[in-house]
């Protein structure tokens, strides 16, 4: 499991995005001198695409296979989406690099090119993500949403099998990294959409006694500013979410990088897009726990603001929904 040794068995699920992302991390082992293969895995959310989600949400359809996987010593790491990964991992797998962060934004693919200014009054939208329709909604009530599911290549066919639909909301990171951008009408702005947190960066993580596995990752891989950029965004979602996914964008950035000032920018909003709270704190932050402190703070502050009733009722409406 080092230089020289037996290979690192990079554990992936087998979509197109996630085996790009899963070459892309045993690349820069291989730059370092790390011999790897790739393990492919499939998941829940792999053998039964169409299924309905439940309380279990993202994790239970996309991660738990890879974790136990770790767990049971089949493969050394696994490469994830980080927005994919719970606030709060399941116990024996740590987080051992977070990096590789592309454009955090959502994109806007539409029929035609049409950008958000452009789109009719009542287009359809698909999105089965809770917080893209939350927020579009925010700002457009007249628009009307339609549940889709699927990898990237999957969603854009639907796009075009069906010429009733206006656009789909799909991740700027995955169109770019499965050379899709072209597809891109428009990036929308944080004004418009916050992402959500962690969007765009990529985590690897390992058993948590796997010393060598970890550090390899953390070698290759492992960007500090990203780092703290997500542990903020995670340390708010972690504050707010109380085990259930809801209605809640985030994005951090390094606004200073001599004082490490990070600023970090937050948004919750009903899932009809009726109300919602905004808040933006900026504080210092030279390691992960200020960086999470920053954005439980955050969080107090969104709540204290009426995002407590927002998340309750979001969360009596029913389980989450996944947004690759």
């Given at each position: 499991?080092?230089?020289?040794?037996?290979?690192?068995?990079?554990?992936?699920?087998?979509?197109?995005?996630?085996?790009?992302?899963?070459?892309?991390?045993?690349?820069?082992?291989?730059?370092?001198?790390?011999?790897?293969?790739?393990?492919?895995?499939?998941?829940?959310?792999?053998?039964?695409?169409?299924?309905?989600?439940?309380?279990?949400?993202?994790?239970?359809?996309?991660?738990?296979?890879?974790?136990?996987?770790?767990?049971?010593?089949?493969?050394?790491?696994?490469?994830?989406?980080?927005?994919?990964?719970?606030?709060?991992?399941?116990?024996?797998?740590?987080?051992?690099?977070?990096?590789?962060?592309?454009?955090?934004?959502?994109?806007?693919?539409?029929?035609?090119?049409?950008?958000?200014?452009?789109?009719?009054?009542?287009?359809?939208?698909?999105?089965?993500?809770?917080?893209?329709?939350?927020?579009?909604?925010?700002?457009?009530?007249?628009?009307?949403?339609?549940?889709?599911?699927?990898?990237?290549?999957?969603?854009?066919?639907?796009?075009?099998?069906?010429?009733?639909?206006?656009?789909?909301?799909?991740?700027?990171?995955?169109?770019?990294?499965?050379?899709?951008?072209?597809?891109?009408?428009?990036?929308?702005?944080?004004?418009?959409?916050?992402?959500?947190?962690?969007?765009?960066?990529?985590?690897?993580?390992?058993?948590?006694?796997?010393?060598?596995?970890?550090?390899?990752?953390?070698?290759?891989?492992?960007?500090?500013?990203?780092?703290?950029?997500?542990?903020?965004?995670?340390?708010?979602?972690?504050?707010?979410?109380?085990?259930?996914?809801?209605?809640?964008?985030?994005?951090?950035?390094?606004?200073?990088?001599?004082?490490?000032?990070?600023?970090?920018?937050?948004?919750?909003?009903?899932?009809?897009?009726?109300?919602?709270?905004?808040?933006?704190?900026?504080?210092?932050?030279?390691?992960?726990?200020?960086?999470?402190?920053?954005?439980?703070?955050?969080?107090?502050?969104?709540?204290s603001l009426g995002g407590s009733e927002i998340l309750r009722s979001a969360r009596d409406l029913g389980p989450p929904v996944a947004e690759p």
């Amino acid at each position: 499991m080092s230089q020289g040794g037996s290979p690192l068995r990079v554990g992936t699920r087998g979509s197109a995005l996630a085996v790009w992302q899963a070459e892309r991390i045993r690349a820069r082992l291989a730059e370092r001198g790390y011999a790897t293969e790739r393990v492919e895995i499939r998941t829940t959310g792999d053998l039964a695409p169409d299924a309905p989600l439940g309380r279990g949400g993202p994790r239970a359809l996309f991660t738990k296979q890879l974790d136990d996987a770790i767990l049971e010593g089949r493969i050394d790491l696994a490469v994830h989406s980080l927005k994919d990964l719970p606030t709060r991992l399941p116990d024996g797998i740590a987080i051992a690099a977070v990096g590789l962060r592309e454009d955090p934004r959502d994109a806007l693919v539409s029929r035609r090119g049409l950008r958000w200014g452009d789109l009719p009054p009542g287009s359809l939208i698909a999105t089965s993500s809770v917080r893209r329709r939350a927020q579009l909604l925010r700002v457009r009530r007249d628009l009307r949403m339609v549940d889709i599911r699927g990898n990237v290549d999957t969603r854009l066919a639907k796009l075009e099998a069906n010429p009733e639909w206006a656009a789909v909301v799909l991740a700027v990171a995955g169109l770019v990294r499965l050379g899709r951008a072209d597809r891109i009408a428009e990036r929308l702005s944080f004004d418009l959409m916050l992402p959500a947190p962690g969007q765009g960066a990529l985590a690897v993580t390992v058993r948590d006694d796997d010393r060598q596995a970890a550090e390899a990752a953390r070698l290759a891989v492992h960007d500090p500013d990203t780092e703290l950029a997500t542990a903020a965004e995670r340390g708010l979602l972690r504050a707010l979410e109380g085990g259930c996914q809801v209605p809640i964008g985030a994005y951090a950035e390094i606004v200073d990088p001599a004082d490490r000032m990070l600023r970090l920018r937050a948004r919750v909003v009903s899932p009809g897009g009726e109300a919602s709270v905004d808040g933006e704190r900026v504080a210092p932050a030279d390691a992960p726990a200020a960086a999470e402190a920053l954005g439980a703070a955050l969080a107090r502050e969104l709540l204290s603001l009426g995002g407590s009733e927002i998340l309750r009722s979001a969360r009596d409406l029913g389980p989450p929904v996944a947004e690759p």
